[in-house]
């Protein structure tokens, strides 16, 4: 399995993160759909259209999903542009993560 540590040693399925993650953004975008087309490939702003507005209520509802705390002040477009990047993103901010 294809994971990440987290805390108390138990690893996390990034397939399964990914997958949640695509949900999210669907469903943030009102088009859940959008689940079985976005890939590793997909760029969120450019293919998705994804706006400012959006992206903060996307990076809300990640926090609630995932519970972390997301610093979004560090953030730009650009940082999370594809699913590879917000996996890293998300990965970053759970507990105990490497």
Partial sequence: M?????S????VDEGAIALRIKEVLAGVLGAPELVERITDATNVVQD??????QMINFLLALEDAFDVELEFE??????LES???IRRFVVAAMPDSP
Avoid: C, D, K
């Fill in 2 to 6: 294809t994971g990440v540590h987290v």
């Fill in 8 to 11: 108390g040693g138990a690893r």
């Fill in 48 to 53: 998705l259209g994804i706006n400012s507005i």
């Fill in 74 to 79: 560090e953030l730009s477009f650009e940082q």
């Fill in 83 to 85: 699913l590879p990047e």
